[in-house]
């Protein structure tokens, strides 16, 4: 009796390690090759944004604007952009980027950056897996269609395409998804939210899964959430960004038609018209894209695939070029509706099915199908090593990256400069820096991003250094002429065979 008694209340290692042995023993070979798949994604793409980083692949737009957005907000200083002439949450409402800040005390670099990209977009598997191993009740099947989802060609490049907020909504989206699925609503409310925080439009995925929960799961649940991201949309452009560049947003261009208005107008009078914009420019063949890779399997069931729908449209509905594009980011927050509606469609199939005289395996089937198709479609127009794309992997030991870092090492820190938008992204941490020719000439500045503008005096008085490249050197050009309006204010400090760079001279003042 002494002996169980001291058994029952020995607090040592005897109690905890049967625990964690009983959970280590849980640990299957599937969930290994899954969190295998997960960290060689992230290591791998992680890798390729740090060295084309680093070799000056990365640009004002938009890794150094974010760099010193950050870097200022861990500063506890008003995160007002001056690369791009205004405040980090006046061009969206990204309040997501808050919780980079902890990091940036301990590493301020932009490599906090792009390996938070290239974590959280691995991690958008995660949701994946997890659903697809309790919907098809096999782990290696979840494991096909997690790897899936890691080789869309959407996922690979808006991994590559410098840094974006946007990246972090795969993982946030995919988990509220599996969260409803799943009926895990402390999870879900937890996902919806920081899925808000990402953008002011990510209630362009959110309202439609809203209705979703609410046809499917949940009507209470399901109004909260389509009535809070739409608050959540309207005081983020209403108030926020509104009070911050006067405007609620700055993409107002993008609809075509003059705007909703217009576009409800052409659809209900002209409706050709619309059908035209719509066919055009090799939209349909976006939509294609975006699909083709999960083999089309969410037909079967598609109602989680339709929680895409909105976004889908919006893209091709866009004026803009890049948002009907694979390559770009505005695709990554339809993929999770995409892949687990495909989970749940092919869970809706019978397991097996008899052709003729053979009995088939239906769900593994079609769990095949997807694999083959997700490797095809890499292979097309995925920025994946075994693809056909041409792959940028950035060197940043080339000569022409040298010489910048060569000439950066003498540009003090706390000096006031106008660069060239190759090397912003590598001095972004300073209260004032611009992208030449800004502040001499603005371009791509102010609160309404104004293509061209005039010089804005007060702050072209205060740079103290410009860093440009030796034209005809190296693989870029900047605007000349503004240079030689305002050189002979400026006196060369140092140069190499790439890069120079040049201090304010005081006495002379800078041309008009």
Same mark, same amino acid.
């Given at each position: 009796m002494t002996e169980l008694v001291e058994e029952a209340t020995d607090p040592g290692p005897s109690d905890d390690g049967p625990r964690w042995r009983d959970r280590w023993s849980r640990i299957t070979p599937a969930q290994i090759v899954m969190a295998a798949v997960v960290? #060689?994604?992230?290591?791998?793409?992680?890798?390729?944004?740090?060295?084309?980083?680093?070799?000056?692949?990365?640009?004002?737009?938009?890794?150094?604007?974010?760099?010193?957005?950050?870097?200022?907000?861990?500063?506890?200083?008003?995160?007002?952009?001056?690369?791009?002439?205004?405040?980090?949450?006046?061009?969206?409402?990204?309040?997501?980027?808050?919780?980079?800040?902890? $990091?940036?005390?301990?590493?301020?670099?932009?490599?906090?950056?792009f390996f938070s990209q290239s974590a959280a977009i691995g991690a958008g598997a995660i949701p994946i897996f997890l659903y697809a191993r309790k919907r098809?009740?096999?782990? %290696?099947?979840?494991?096909?269609?997690?790897?899936?989802?890691?080789?869309?060609?959407?996922? #690979?490049?808006?991994?590559? +395409?410098?840094?974006?907020?946007?990246?972090?909504?795969?993982?946030f989206v995919g988990f509220a998804i599996w969260a409803a699925l799943d009926r895990r609503w402390k999870?879900?409310?937890? $996902?919806?939210?920081?899925?808000?925080?990402?953008?002011?439009?990510?209630?362009?995925?959110?309202?439609?899964?809203?209705?979703?929960?609410g046809l499917k799961r949940s %009507?209470?649940?399901?109004?909260?959430?389509?009535?809070?991201?739409?608050?959540?949309?309207?005081?983020?452009?209403l108030v926020v960004m509104r009070s911050l560049i006067g405007v609620p947003t700055r993409n107002g261009w993008r609809i075509p038609?003059? #705007?909703?208005?217009?576009?409800?107008?052409?659809?209900?009078?002209?409706?050709?018209?619309?059908?035209?914009?719509?066919?055009?420019?090799?939209?349909?063949?976006?939509l294609v894209q975006m699909t083709a890779p999960f083999a089309w399997m969410f037909a079967r069931l598609p109602s989680v695939a339709l929680i895409s729908a909105l976004v889908l449209f919006t893209n091709v509905l866009s004026t803009f070029w890049y948002q009907y594009q694979i390559a770009y980011h505005y695709s990554l927050i339809a993929v999770p509706a995409l892949a687990l509606g495909t989970v749940y469609g092919i869970g809706?199939?019978?397991?097996?099915?008899?052709?003729?005289?053979?009995?088939? +395996?239906?769900?593994?089937?079609?769990?095949?199908i997807v694999a083959i198709t997700a490797v095809v479609t890499s292979y097309l127009w995925a920025p994946v090593? %075994?693809?056909?794309?041409?792959?940028?992997? #950035?060197?940043?030991?080339?000569?022409?990256?040298?010489?910048a870092r060569e000439i950066i090492d003498e540009v003090p820190e706390d000096a006031i400069v106008s660069a060239h938008y190759r090397i912003t992204p590598h001095i972004a941490h300073r209260s004032e820096i611009y992208q030449f020719p800004v502040p001499f000439r603005s371009v791509l500045y102010g609160p309404n991003g104004n293509v061209e503008g005039p010089r804005i005096e007060d702050r072209a008085e205060r740079v103290e250094y410009i860093v440009?490249?030796? =034209?005809?050197?190296?693989?870029?050009? $900047? =605007?000349?002429?503004?240079?030689i309006t305002v050189e002979p204010a400026f006196d060369l400090v140092d140069s190499n065979e790439y890069w120079a760079l040049y201090r304010r001279d005081p006495d002379v003042p800078i041309p008009s």
């Open positions: 960290i #060689g994604y992230v290591a791998y793409f992680t890798r390729r944004t740090l060295d084309i980083h680093h070799a000056l692949g990365t640009a004002t737009y938009d890794s150094a604007l974010y760099d010193q957005g950050v870097w200022l907000l861990s500063r506890f200083d008003t995160p007002f952009v001056t690369l791009m002439g205004r405040n980090l949450f006046g061009d969206h409402a990204s309040f997501i980027l808050v919780l980079l800040v902890p $990091f940036y005390w301990i590493w301020p670099s932009a490599g906090v950056l098809l009740a096999s782990e %290696w099947m979840a494991v096909v269609l997690g790897t899936a989802y890691l080789i869309h060609p959407a996922v #690979g490049w808006t991994n590559l +395409e410098n840094f974006h907020p946007d990246s972090y909504l795969g993982v999870t879900y409310a937890v $996902f919806v939210v920081l899925a808000l925080s990402v953008k002011e439009d990510a209630s362009l995925v959110l309202v439609p899964l809203g209705i979703w929960v %009507w209470r649940i399901g109004l909260a959430t389509v009535i809070g991201s739409l608050a959540f949309m309207a005081v983020a452009m038609f003059g #705007g909703p208005r217009g576009v409800i107008d052409t659809a209900l009078t002209n409706p050709t018209d619309l059908v035209r914009h719509l066919r055009s420019d090799d939209r349909p063949w976006y809706a199939m019978r397991e097996t099915g008899r052709v003729g005289g053979w009995t088939i +395996e239906v769900r593994s089937l079609a769990v095949g090593p %075994w693809g056909r794309t041409e792959l940028f992997h #950035g060197n940043p030991s080339n000569d022409w990256a040298v010489a440009l490249p030796i =034209p005809g050197t190296g693989p870029t050009t $900047f =605007p000349a002429e503004d240079w």
